[in-house]
């Protein structure tokens, strides 16, 4: 397994998603020597890792380097790196809406570019990660989908505007699901049941959900409807997400605006 890993990492920017990348890899065996990270204040560094508040003209090159700043700041950083010898690097890409091309004209001077879309998972090694690169040779469409393979699942995308809807799926959704437990927590609150029990129960219910889904053959609608007898308690309540298909709209609408702002994020 230790020989997936590149011989030398640059990180510039080790937040919360960045941060739990390095944390699952340093757990399957990367070499905490190899690895460089640009952050003002990073969290959980192991002892042997490199640290550097800004980027250093004089960080050697790199095998790989990882970007996990926000959209917004690679104008500002792109210039920073023009001193760092990035000719046999491959650029790894967390940024919302930044294409392929763009990277490229930003990092003329990289090897390769490769976008990457993870979610908050990735801290427990159970992300879905989106993989796309133009041109790429075989050892580096490898090397992507072994080292996110050990974060959860890794899923290569053949047409890269469909990144923007990633993003907005899967790379936002669970905030989605977030709010929606907090959603059902609060609805029991309202008709009387304790806020922490409360909060409890839906946590729980949520849980062995997605893994009964996960698990079987069905889809989830149809799933939906074996729980849903007719005239039960289950149907009142999917009478009501079905009236004017007023789930469907909602979730269509959230999804869109989340995959528009992915593509502004890119202008």
Known sequence: MLSVFPQSLLVIGSGNMGGAMLRGWFAQGLDPATVTVVDPAPRDLPAGVRHLTEIDPGISAPDWLLLGIKPQM??????????????RALVVSMLAGVECAG???????????????????????????????????????AGLESLFGM???????????????VTALSGSGPAYLFRF?????????????????????????????????????????ALAERVASPGGTTRAA???????AALDRLVAEAVAAAAKRSVELGQ
């Open 74 to 87: 690679l104008g500002d950083v792109a210039p920073q790196l023009a001193g760092i010898d990035l000719s």
């Open 103 to 141: 990277l490229r004209a930003a990092l003329p001077h990289a090897r390769a570019v490769a976008r990457i879309m993870p979610n908050m998972a990735v801290s427990i090694g159970q992300s879905v990660t989106a993989l796309y690169a133009d041109g790429l040779d075989d050892d580096d469409r």
């Open 151 to 165: 974060l959860g699942t890794a899923e290569w995308l053949v047409d890269e505007a469909q990144m923007h809807l």
């Open 181 to 221: 437990i907090d959603a059902l927590g609060k609805a029991a609150e309202g008709l009387g049941m304790p806020a922490d029990q409360a909060a409890r129960f839906a946590m729980a219910m949520v849980r062995g959900s997605a893994e009964l889904a996960h698990r079987s053959d069905e889809s989830p609608a």
């Open 238 to 244: 999917l009478n009501v997400f079905d009236a004017d």
